[in-house]
């Protein structure tokens, strides 16, 4: 498919990312953005008591319907009452004899039939007054927890076999109630003001001072972002009278398929415009590069970790903006406006401008104006060169030049061109994407993924040679995709719910993020929910995406009817679901003009630091033998355009391939507490290093993360005698490495070198009895040369604990500071060891983490078991073969710019009372050290000193990601 294009020009696209994810945007000529996570109130709903009076029901014996959730109610009178508590709950259905639940409610989806044993009601009548009490304006919540957000409240909740769903991690769902106290300035009188939610699961009923202001949520609808008007609440309180928002969050069902959370799980902001601003999501920017100017320049990047230096080629190029906005005239007289844009490069040079008029507006209308302007030699988006540049847009008053919105975004320019032989060419360049679907979930938050991991996850993500990333199977917070623009990182979009009810969710990601660079698809939908057979309904998505954006491709994840007559009419790429070679070859048959993808593949399961798989305890770590055949049979077919691995990390629920006791996945190359596994080494040896004298077709560098050169050995297995099963006959080790020779060594004597010889495989030694002592392997290039090695020696008697930081960290290419925004994350490694420094493998010692001193506190901790129940969000956690995990979070935000902290400070009403404290421009300034003691039983303690900033321009995510693109990545 080959994206439409205007004489010489081809499409490129913009990233409409703020200009860091981490720091809070400043006061804009025109608006005000203010932060909106601090200070909320929380409890369960379970612990409030209450009932609402009930409407008129019709009763339905021996019928029921579908689309209802599940309710905990143990009798009839039970069921209907928690139909009642539910404001918009229309129909309840009760029968104790059904084995998924006896109490279901809510609004039917199909037509009432018959059916036996059931018996319920359907609402004939309005309510009165459906409103919980928790949300009335003078609620008592003064006894109620405070939170900040991101918060997600079902992964607090303990583990049940009983009564949860093993796909979404054994954990039970629950509603909530949040509430937050707050000011507006009497100064906006005359303003439009909005609460802007990046996303809130499952339902929210938002009320304001008592009146119900919005209900949003359901479907794939809960990923997506949505705003509340707050100035036209007939009893806002402007000034020094504090409002009230509550919030009832229906969370009683997820996805049940994969863990999904439920509460404020992202961020919230308060907005201020003036009555003519721009409107939500209406900026649209295409960029079209002028092909017979692109030019290539060799760039030299000195490494400062390593001697060597890393040779890049940069293309640059004339391109054309072409932006469009929508403009609102809210006020009460006709306006005439002019547009400006002018944009910047990185070093804050301006590279082009361009201006509109817009005609005098009527008061309360809209109309969207469009302009173009040209930019000379700018540098173009790629994997290796991801070149971003600062887009300003500022609408000023014809008449007296005075200022009335004003924006930045973040703009990327590339070409893309996905072929039906070729595949996916970036700039003109075939490149093979290579990369992983993803979960929204991490160890100790649940959903609630601070940014900081995001980057962590995005750069183990190219430390083992990726250069893609499947959101499956919903819209991101908008910071992910900001980290990927950042990072060079090609994005598989995806909406999941190709329903009636999905076609919502469809437009709001496409309009949301269609201006970043990142972003080559869009997918409607993952597997089954691709084979509706229905064209109307295909039709349908494929409009609302081409109309918000006409030239990426649209897609789906298929896993079974391809070709004519199905999805593949309507969709520009194949995207297939683990399909093996003789399918794709299929699939290119019937459809010989569509590229095609496989957009899932390759679920090869493994567990950190198990030697071998014992049924329902663990699986084993070596999984060479599944990825080399499944990842080789889209990999290895040159029109193929790529492979997207399922999954780079671990995430809760869909537990395989058991069920309990286990209650995590585990096909990740790195576990759930971020910890990288034997995995991660196979995907660096042969996506990254590759040196072996085999070849599946394909030169590997082509699209290859610009990280430095280097070799993988690595020996997968351990000779902890605690850590093999008593029973063991045969000692099997495994090494993963690209070098064309391994050779294996125990205690210094060769067992025998092997020739590395079969492409996407490894090597492999045998011992009738545990190898004693050390284990080395040892790699050779094909002259023989050394080109590295690795050593396994068991750990003796744990001893004591050894801590490092694996993020923020120049290690892991994630920064060097933590910010102290409010929001930012430390992840905290504890790992046992012996007196001579080596892992214990078998350690499964209790951890504790503490706060000595500075501005944080423990958010959470993990270890990476996928069978692990211990609380998520407490102080402690058993170590698992040697590891534990600390996530600290920053408890003061002195990195937001002065004017922010002192809007916060005067809306919050509850300031000093969450875990955040809002300093003053007056306050002294944080302490610059944050020491954390790590203890456990019988061992050592330990104390690590983290470094904080308060400086966004250096130390902000998204400033640490645009620093480290060379950094060598560790993958321990």
């Not at 919903?474 to 995806?494: C, F, H, K, Q, S």
């Not at 329903?499 to 269609?514: F, I, L, N, S, Y």
Request: net charge negative; proline share 5%.
């Amino acid at each position: 498919f080959k994206m439409a294009t205007m004489s010489f020009f081809v499409l490129l696209t913009v990233s409409l990312a703020s200009s860091s994810t981490s720091a809070h945007q400043a006061l804009f000529p025109g608006r005000d953005v203010v932060p909106f996570d601090y200070a909320w109130k929380f409890i369960l709903s379970d612990k409030v008591n209450y009932t609402l009076p009930c409407p008129a029901f019709n009763n339905t014996p021996g019928a029921k319907c579908g689309g209802l959730k599940s309710a905990g109610a143990n009798s009839l009178d039970e069921c209907k009452q928690a139909c009642c508590n539910v404001d918009d709950c229309e129909v309840y259905q009760y029968n104790p004899q059904n084995a998924q639940g006896a109490c279901w409610i809510g609004s039917c989806d199909t037509p009432m039939h018959d059916s036996k044993g059931w018996n319920g009601g359907m609402t004939v009548s309005a309510r009165n007054d459906s409103r919980p009490p928790p949300c009335d304006q003078q609620f008592d919540d003064s006894d109620w927890e405070y939170v900040d957000l991101p918060h997600d409240y079902i992964v607090t909740l303990p583990f049940s076999n009983k009564t949860a769903n093993g796909k979404t991690g054994y954990f039970p769902r629950a509603n909530a109630f949040y509430r937050k106290h707050f000011y507006l300035l009497g100064t906006w009188n005359e303003s439009r003001i909005y609460l802007h939610f990046e996303g809130v699961y499952k339902v929210a009923h938002i009320y304001i001072n008592g009146q119900l202001a919005r209900v949003y949520g359901g479907s794939n609808s809960a990923y997506t972002d949505f705003v509340v008007r707050l100035d036209n609440i007939s009893n806002i309180n402007m000034g020094d009278v504090p409002n009230v928002i509550a919030i009832y969050v229906d969370g009683s069902y997820g996805t049940e398929h994969w863990y999904s959370g439920a509460g404020l799980y992202r961020s919230v902001k308060l907005l201020r415009f003036n009555k003519q601003y721009f409107d939500f999501d209406s900026l649209y920017a295409p960029t079209f590069v002028q092909q017979d100017t692109i030019k290539g320049h060799v760039v030299e990047i000195q490494n400062e970790i390593q001697s060597n230096s890393l040779i890049l080629t940069r293309k640059t190029a004339n391109a054309m903006v072409k932006p469009s906005i929508s403009v609102v005239n809210s006020g009460d007289q006709t306006r005439a406006m002019q547009l400006q844009y002018v944009l910047y490069d990185v070093s804050g040079n301006q590279k082009g401008q361009g201006q509109a008029d817009v005609p005098p507006m009527a008061s309360n209308t809209v109309t969207n104006i469009s302009t173009e302007f040209s930019v000379s030699d700018v540098t173009l988006w790629s994997i290796q060169t991801p070149a971003l540049y600062k887009l300003k847009v500022r609408m000023v008053e014809s008449s007296s030049g005075n200022v009335l919105d004003d924006m930045n975004t973040t703009i990327g320019f590339r070409t893309v061109d996905w072929d039906k032989d070729s595949g996916f060419n970036l700039n003109g360049e075939k490149v093979k994407l290579r990369g992983f679907c993803h979960h929204d979930d991490f160890t100790g938050v649940g959903m609630a993924m601070p940014d900081r991991v995001w980057l962590l996850r995005a750069m183990q993500s190219r430390g083992v040679g990726g250069n893609a990333w499947r959101m499956s199977h919903n819209n991101y917070r908008p910071a992910v995709y900001d980290i990927l623009d950042a990072t060079g990182t090609v994005v598989w979009d995806e909406n999941r719910d190709l329903t009636p009810t999905g076609v919502q969710g469809q437009e709001a990601m496409v309009k949301g993020h269609r201006n970043h660079a990142s972003i080559a698809s869009y997918s409607f939908c993952n597997e089954g929910g691709c084979e509706r057979t229905n064209a109307t309904l295909y039709k349908i998505f494929r409009e609302v995406s081409k109309r918000n954006d006409p030239f990426r491709v649209v897609t789906g994840n298929m896993r079974g009817a391809t070709g004519p007559g199905t999805l593949s009419d309507f969709i520009d790429v194949q995207g297939l679901s683990h399909p093996a070679s003789s399918e794709i070859m299929s699939v290119r048959t019937k459809d010989p003009n569509k590229a095609i993808i496989a957009s899932e593949c390759c679920s090869c399961r493994t567990q950190r630091g198990e030697n071998v798989q014992v049924d329902r305890v663990a699986m084993q770590a070596f999984n060479g033998d599944c990825l080399q055949e499944q990842v080789n049979r889209s990999d290895g077919l040159p029109y193929v355009a790529g492979s997207l691995i399922w999954t780079l990390g671990d995430y809760m629920g869909e537990p395989s391939p058991w069920d309990w006791p286990q209650v995590s996945s585990s096909f990740g190359a790195v576990d759930l507490a971020g910890f990288p596994k034997a995995g991660a080494k196979w995907f660096q040896a042969w996506w990254l290093f590759t040196t072996s004298l085999v070849s599946n077709g394909y030169n590997s560098t082509t699209g290859r993360p610009p990280l430095p050169s280097g070799n993988v050995v690595y020996v997968v297995e351990d000779n902890d005698s605690n850590n093999w099963p008593s029973n063991t006959e045969k000692y099997v080790y495994h090494v993963y490495s690209d070098a064309p020779y391994v050779d294996l060594l125990h205690n210094g004597k060769s067992q025998g070198m092997q020739q590395n010889d079969v492409f996407y495989g490894w090597t492999e030694w045998n011992f009738t009895t545990l190898p004693q002592g050390n284990i080395t392997a040892i790699g050779y290039d094909k002259e023989h040369n050394k080109v590295g090695e690795h050593t396994r020696t068991a750990g003796q008697t744990a001893s004591m604990l050894k801590l490092s930081i694996d993020a923020p960290s120049p290690t892991t290419a994630t920064g060097n500071k933590v910010l102290l925004d409010g929001h930012d994350v430390v992840l905290v490694r504890a790992e046992i060891v012996d007196t001579n420094g080596n892992r214990v493998e078998s350690a499964k010692n209790n951890v504790t983490f503490s706060i000595v001193s500075g501005p944080a506190r423990v958010l959470g901790v993990g270890n990476g078991d996928p069978f692990c129940k211990e609380p998520h969000q407490v102080t402690w956690r058993s170590a698992y073969h040697g590891l534990a995990r600390g996530i600290l979070k920053v408890t003061t935000d002195s990195a937001s710019p002065p004017m922010t902290r002192n809007l916060i400070r005067q809306i919050d009403a509850d300031t000093g009372k969450s875990t955040v404290t809002i300093p003053s421009s007056n306050d002294p300034t944080p302490t610059n050290v944050i020491t954390v003691k790590v203890t456990a039983p019988g061992l050592k303690e330990a104390t690590i000193d983290i470094m904080t900033s308060d400086d966004s321009t250096t130390d902000s995510v998204l400033a640490a990601a645009a620093a480290s693109l060379h950094l060598p990545i560790s993958l321990d």
